[in-house]
């Protein structure tokens, strides 16, 4: 039997432990990057590199800042919001048609063989069709992105349905549920691991198309930004360019982990060991 007195402080020395679990984590991440930057910084100062090709980290800062005060605000807000469409669009279809194929043995013999040869085309073969067909406004650039978005997210939740414990269907029909209930309180639960698993490579995929989407005669966006270092000599600025999208493209994944981590807070499932070799 707990006491009410005790069990206050146990609960915020919990939450206390957690909050200090997790900013190890964080601080543990950033040592890899903390130290490729000091050895970039390095090595280009000694000479081993020449600057031309490879600018130092803090030169690649200094343009950053530069950016940060005049036009970067403008690629990022553009990059953005053609990411955040093409992949509301690209993954809202693919989660429908993951749907039908999965449930639908019909649907997988009359679509699958057709989305196989799709996916395999690469991001560049798309670029000129969209061209002749949609023009170099931002329609063509979007539905590229929802290209890239469409396949990872169809291919993950089609496996996320074929993978539902058959004996779980069993149980609800022993129960007789009918499909909306079979799908809401079984398929849907058991298949949301999956489908979140589609949904970030999704959205990664959708950052990779980006590029290849901006150099549909963009003049505003990241990749913009990035034919605009290569075309006038300026590494920094290409550099500056990868960063903001590496930034981007992080931060909009961890936010989508943390809807996951909401939506399937039920599951227990393994998830590593410690350094002390506790699970």
């Known amino acids: 039997m707990s006491v009410p007195g005790k069990t ?5 020395a919990a939450v ?4 200090s679990g997790v900013w ?4 543990k991440g950033l040592v890899l990057p903390a130290l490729i930057i000091l050895l970039l ?11 031309y090709q490879m600018p130092a980290p803090s030169e690649v800062a200094a343009t950053l800042w530069d950016l940060g005060r005049g036009a970067l605000g403008k690629h990022v807000f553009a990059s953005l919001l053609r990411v955040l469409t093409g992949f509301v669009i690209g993954a809202s279809l693919a989660l429908l048609f993951a749907a039908w194929v999965g449930l639908s043995r019909e649907a997988e013999a009359y679509l699958e063989p057709t989305f196989a040869g799709l996916r395999a085309i690469p991001s560049l073969a798309w670029v000129p069709l969209l061209l002749l067909w949609l023009g170099i406004d931002e329609t063509s650039k979007v539905v590229l992105i929802a290209i890239g978005a469409f396949f990872p997210v169809y291919v993950n939740g089609v496996a996320a349905i074929r993978n ?13 549920f009918n499909s909306r209930r079979l799908t809401l309180r079984i ?3 058991a298949a949301l691991p999956g489908l979140f698993t589609g949904l970030r490579s999704g959205l990664s995929m959708a950052w990779m198309f980006l590029v290849a989407a901006e150099l549909i005669a963009a003049t505003k966006g990241l990749g913009y930004l990035l034919s605009d ?3 006038t000599s300026r590494p920094d600025i290409v550099l500056a360019a990868i960063l903001a999208l590496a930034v981007l493209g992080k931060v909009t994944d961890g936010l989508l982990a943390k809807v996951e981590k909401r939506c399937v807070s039920w599951r227990d499932a393994y998830t590593g060991q410690s350094s002390g070799g506790q699970p």
């Open 8 to 12: 206050l402080p146990r609960a915020q």
């Open 41 to 51: 910084e390095f090595v280009v100062r000694i000479g081993w590199i020449p600057a």
């Open 16 to 19: 206390t432990r957690h909050r």
């Open 229 to 231: 270092g290569r075309e």
């Open 164 to 176: 539902i414990d058959r004996k779980l269907v069993e149980v609800g029909q022993m129960y007789r």
């Open 187 to 189: 398929l849907l639960p």
């Open 24 to 27: 190890r984590s964080r601080a």
